[in-house]
C-alpha cells in the first residue's frame, strides 16, 4: 500500500513539473512573439517615415517650381514663355533652402503657406 501511495505522489509531483514547464514554454513563446511583433511595428513606422519624407520633398520641389512659373509669369506677362528659366529658377529656390532637418517638420517655413 505505500508504494502505491509513493508511485502516486511521485506521479502528481511529475505532472505537477511538467505542467509548471509548460507554462514557462508558453510565457517565453508569447514573450519572443511580442518582441517580434515591436520589432515589425518598428519597422513599418520606419518605413512609413521614409515615404513620408520622399512625399514631402515631391511636394516642396512641386510648390518651388509653382512659385518660380508665377513669377515667371508675373516678370514675362506670358503663361507658357521660359520653361528653362522656371527649372533653373526651382532649382535656385532648392539649393537655396537649408533647412537641414533639424525642425519638427521638413517642411520649410517658407512653404507652411501652401499647408
Do not use: C, F, W
Not at 21 to 50: F, G, W
Amino acid at each position: 500500500m505505500q508504494t502505491i501511495k509513493e508511485k502516486i505522489t511521485d506521479l502528481k509531483a511529475t505532472s505537477k513539473a511538467k505542467s509548471e514547464a509548460k507554462q514557462e514554454e508558453k510565457v517565453e513563446k508569447d514573450l519572443a512573439k511580442s518582441r517580434a511583433d515591436v520589432a515589425h511595428e518598428i519597422r513599418l513606422a520606419k518605413e512609413a517615415e521614409a515615404a513620408m519624407d520622399r512625399h514631402v520633398n515631391k511636394a516642396v520641389e512641386k510648390a518651388a517650381n509653382y512659385d518660380a512659373k508665377l513669377a515667371e509669369d508675373k516678370r514675362s506677362g506670358h503663361e507658357n514663355d521660359g520653361l528653362k528659366n522656371r527649372h533653373d529658377a526651382a532649382n535656385e529656390q532648392r539649393a537655396a533652402d537649408h533647412s537641414g532637418g533639424d525642425k519638427a517638420s521638413n517642411i520649410p517655413t517658407h512653404l507652411s503657406k501652401y499647408m
